[in-house]
C-alpha cells in the first residue's frame, strides 16, 4: 500500500495512544506504530521525536532516564494525568470524525 | 513531591548530551533490529540514516524544545516554592501570634504614618495647582526699596502687559476681598476675589457652565456680575443647572450670575475664593503709579524659559524706574512660581514631616529585624536540619525572606487604614481659615496611587526587617546546631548584628527626638515673646458696614462710636476699642516725612504700618502710652489732624526720641499736616518671628473705615459675644459680626505658630513611637544577653562574684549599646535639625543645650531599660546552671 501522509495532528494522537499502556522510549514508539499498522502508516523517526518532545513541552507526557531491554540508557515516556485525558478526548473525536468520512465515501446515493 | 521536585533536591540538571543520547539510541537499536532480520550492517545504517531523516537538523530543534520546556519548569518551580515559603511563613506567624502582632503593629503603624503623609504631600504637590501646565505659571510682585514684596500698581500691571512682548502669554491680575452676599439682615460674608478679564484664560481654565469674563468688564467700576465656585454653586443652589442667569445682592448691590467654575479648581493664593467678580477699582485709583494693590500672575510663552520671562520683565521695571523716578526709583520685580505662593509657607514643615516619617520607618524596619533575628536564631535548629539534608543556603534564606516579607504586606494593609486615620488626623488639625489657604487638602483621604506606595513599601520594609536576619541565620552552623549546645560563631555573629540595630534605632530616635525637642524650644520662644500687648482677657470680632446705607463716612463714625459705648455697658467691660487690623495680621503702609527734617531720598523715605483706631484700643489691648496723649473724640474732622505713633518709629525718624508735638506729611495727603501726639509701645504687625515694624496711628474721627475690629477688655471673656451682637441687631439689622475670637487665640492661630505648632505636634507622636521601639529594642536585647550568658553568669556566681558585679557585667555592654548609638545619633541630630531650617526660631539647629538634655534623656531611658532586664543576671542560681549541664 503506499504511503500516507499523516494528517496534522494524528501523530500526536498516535503517539500518545502508543503510551496508552506503560512507559516506552522512543525507538519503542516507532517499533510499535510500524508493527500495529502494519507498515501501512510510515512515519519519519524525526516527525516522531519532534512529536515527542512538542508533547513534553505541553506537558502531555513526561520523560525519564532508564534502562532499555538490551542494558542500555533510553529516555522513556508516559503519559501525564492530562496526557491521560488529552488522549481519551482525541480518541473519541477521531472516531467520530472517522465514522463521517466513511459515511461520505460509503455513500451510494446522490440524494439524501 | 514530584519527581522534578526530587530531581530538582538532588541538583541533577540535564546534560547537554542527552538529545544527542536519546537519538543515538534510537539509530543503534534501529540498526540491530535490521541486522537482525538479515541486513548487512552497512544497509542497515543507511535505512536507519534514511528513515530518520535529517539528524543533524533535528537534534538542534529538539535542543530548542528542551531549553524552553526546563525554562519554563525552572519559573513553574520558582512560584510552586514561592506558594510553598508563603504557605510556611504564614503559619510560622500564626504558630507566634505575640511575635505576629508586633510586627504587624511596628510596620502597619510606620508604614501607615509614610502613607499618611505620602497622600498630604502628593496632595501639595499635584492638587495644589489645578491647572494645565502649572510650572508655567509665575507670580509677579513688585519690590520696594528696602527689599520687601509689595503689590503692583494698575499702571506699572498696564505697562508690563503693553511692554514684556511675548516672554509671556498672559499676564492677569487679581486682588482677594471678602463680599458680603444676601439682602440686609441676613448677608453672609463669602471669600471672594476681583480679577481682571483675562484671569482664568492665563490659569488655562473655563468654566463648566456659562461664560468667564470679557475684555472691557473689568474696567473702573466693574460690571455685575459673578462667577460661582463648584462647590458654592452645590451648597448654595444645590448644583441648580438654571443658575446662569439669576440675580445676588453682593455687598448691597445686584450681581447677574454668568457662569460656574469646574470642580476641582481652586486657587490658594485668593484664599479658596468662592465668588469671583471682575476687577471694580474707579478710574483714579487706577492712575496713581504710587498706589500699590493688584496681585500679578503670569504665564510663560510656549518655547521660552522662566529666566527669560523673569529678565524681560525686569527689563521693563528698570526702564519704568527710569521713567517715572518720582514713584519707581529703587522699586524692581520678583518673579516667583505660582507654586512657591501655593506651598511655599509648609514646605518646611513638609520636608520636616516627610524626613520624620522616613526615619520612625527606618527605626520601624531596624526594630523588626531584631525581632526577626530572635526568631531565626530560635529556628537555628530546623534550619540547619534542612541544610543538611540539601536546602541551600539561598533557598533557606528566601524562605526566611518570605516570612518578612508576608509581615510587610500584612502591615501595608494595617498601613492603610492607618494612612486613612493618620490623614484624618493631620487635615483635621487644621482649621477653616487655613484650609482655604490650602484647599487641596479639604477633603483629603488615601487613593489608589497612596495603596500602590504602601505596596512598594511593603516590599522595602519586608527585605528591611528580613534579608539581614536570614543572611545571618542560615549562615548557622549546621553540625553545632545539630550537636545541640552553644554555637559560638553564630551567636556572635548575630549579636553584633543585633547589638547593631538597635544601636542604629537609638541613633535615629535621639536625630529625631532632638527635632522635636528644638522645635519645641522654638514654640516656647514665640509664644513667650513679648507681643507688646496682653492678649489675656480681650475678646474680639470684626464689624463691616457695606451697602448704600453705610456710604457716608460720618454714618460709619457715628455707629462705631456708638457701638463701643454700648459694648462698655456689657457687664464685665472694663474698656473698649476697634482697630482697623489687629496685631499679627499685615497692613498697608504709608512713607511720609518729618517736617523740619531734611528731605529724604527717594528710596530711602520714612514708612510705616497704617492702623486706625477708636475708643479705648490701646487701654483695651494693653499697650503702654509712652510719651503724650492718646486720641479723644475732640480729635475730629474739625481739628488739627493727629496721628501716634509706635517707639520704633519714634526712635527711628525723630532723632533725639522726642516725637510728641512734631508734624509730618504722608506722600499720599500732601495737603496735611499731622502733628504727633502721642507714642505707644511696639507691637508685632505681620508674623511674630519678624521684627517689629514702625506702626502710626489714626483716629477713625479723623480717616473714617467702614471695617474695624473690635477689642474689648472684659473678665467674661468670650460669653460677651451674645449680648454684643443682641447690641448690633438693635442697632443696626445687617451688620455682620465676624471673626469673633478671644485675642489669645488669635496669637495661637497666627500662621508663625500654627505653622510650627501643628509640624511639632505630628513629629512629637512620631518621636514617641520611636522612643518606644528605641527602649523595647534595648530591653530585648539586654534580655537576652542575660539569657545567652546564663552559663558564664552561672559560673562567676560559683566563683565568687556578688549580685552587683554580675549585673554590672550585662550593663556594662547595656551601656555601651546606649554609648554607641546616641554618639552616631548625635552626628545625626545635627543633620536633621539643619534641615528644621526655618521653622527653628530662637534656637540654632545643633543648640548644645537642647541636644545635650535630649541625649541625657534618652541615654537615662534606655539605662532603666537595660538595668531592669540585668537585675536577673543577680537571681542566677548556679546550681541549677551545674545540674543543666
Known sequence: MADLDLVQGTLDVLVLKALAWGPRHGYGIARWLRDTTDDTILVEDRALYLALHRLEERDLIEAEWGLSENNRKARYYSLTRAGKRELTQRQSSWTLYADAVFKVLRATRADA | MSPHGFRRLLRIRPRPGDVEQELRFHLDSRIEDLIRNGSTREDARARALAEFGDVDRTARELRASRRRLLTRRARADWRSDLRLDAKIAWRGLLRRPGLAASLLLILGLASGACGAIFTVVRAAWFAAMPYPEPGRLLNVYEVKSDGELSEASWPDYMDWRTQVGSDFSGLAGYDPANVFVGEVGDTRMLRAARVTAEFFDVLGIAPSRGRAFRTGEDGPGGTPIALLSHGYWQRQFGGDPAVIGRVLTVNGAPCTIVGVLPKGFHFAPAGDAELWLPLDRDADLRTQRSDHWLLVVGRVADGKSLREARTGLELVMGRLAGAYPESNKGRTVRVTPLRDAVIGEIRPALIALSLAVALVLVIACANAAGLFLSRTLGRARELSVRMAIGATRGRVVRQLVTESLLAGVGGAIIGVIVAR?????????????????????????????????????????????????????????????????????????????????????????????????????????????????????????????????????????????????????????????????????????????????????????????????????????????????VFSQRDDSTTQPVI?????????YFPGGRAVGRRLRFFAFPDTTWEVIGVVGDVTVGRIDADLPPIYYLSHLQVAANRLTLTARTSSGTSMYPALRAQLATMAPGVALYYEAPMTTVVSDSPAIVARRYPLRVIGALAAVAILLAVAGVYGVVSNNVAERRREIGIRSALGANRMQLIGLILRRGALLVGTGLLSGGLLALIFSRALGSMLYGVKPGDPVTLGLVTLGLGATTLVASWWPARRAGRVDPAEILREE
Open chain 2, 421 to 629: 486615620l493618620g490623614v484624618r488626623y493631620l487635615v483635621g488639625g487644621l482649621d477653616e481659615g487655613a484650609l482655604d489657604h490650602l484647599p487641596f487638602f479639604r477633603d483629603l483621604s488615601p487613593d489608589g496611587v497612596t495603596v500602590a506606595f504602601l505596596a512598594l513599601l511593603a516590599i522595602i520594609t519586608g527585605l528591611g526587617a528580613g534579608l539581614a536576619p536570614a543572611l545571618v541565620g542560615a549562615r548557622a552552623d549546621a553540625l553545632h546546631s545539630l550537636g545541640g549546645t552553644v554555637r559560638p560563631t553564630a551567636t556572635q555573629r548575630s549579636g553584633r548584628l543585633r547589638d547593631g540595630l538597635v544601636a542604629g534605632q537609638l541613633a535615629l530616635t535621639l536625630a529625631l527626638l532632638s527635632g522635636t525637642a528644638l522645635m519645641a524650644r522654638s514654640l516656647l520662644s514665640l509664644l513667650s515673646q513679648d507681643l507688646g500687648f496682653q492678649p489675656e482677657e480681650v475678646v474680639t470680632g470684626r464689624v463691616a458696614l457695606t451697602g448704600p446705607a453705610w456710604e457716608s463716612t460720618s454714618a460709619q463714625q457715628r455707629f462705631f462710636e456708638t457701638l463701643l459705648a454700648r459694648v462698655k455697658t456689657i457687664p464685665g467691660v472694663r474698656s473698649a476699642g476697634a482697630i482697623s487690623n489687629l496685631p499679627l495680621s499685615p497692613g498697608g503702609t504709608n512713607t511720609f516725612r518729618v517736617e523740619g527734617e531734611p528731605e529724604p531720598d527717594q528710596a530711602s523715605r520714612p514708612e510705616a504700618t497704617r492702623r486706625q483706631v477708636a475708643g479705648e484700643y490701646f487701654q483695651a489691648m494693653g499697650i503702654p502710652l509712652l510719651a503724650g496723649r
Open chain 2, 644 to 652: 501716634m505713633v509706635s517707639a520704633s518709629l519714634a526712635k527711628r
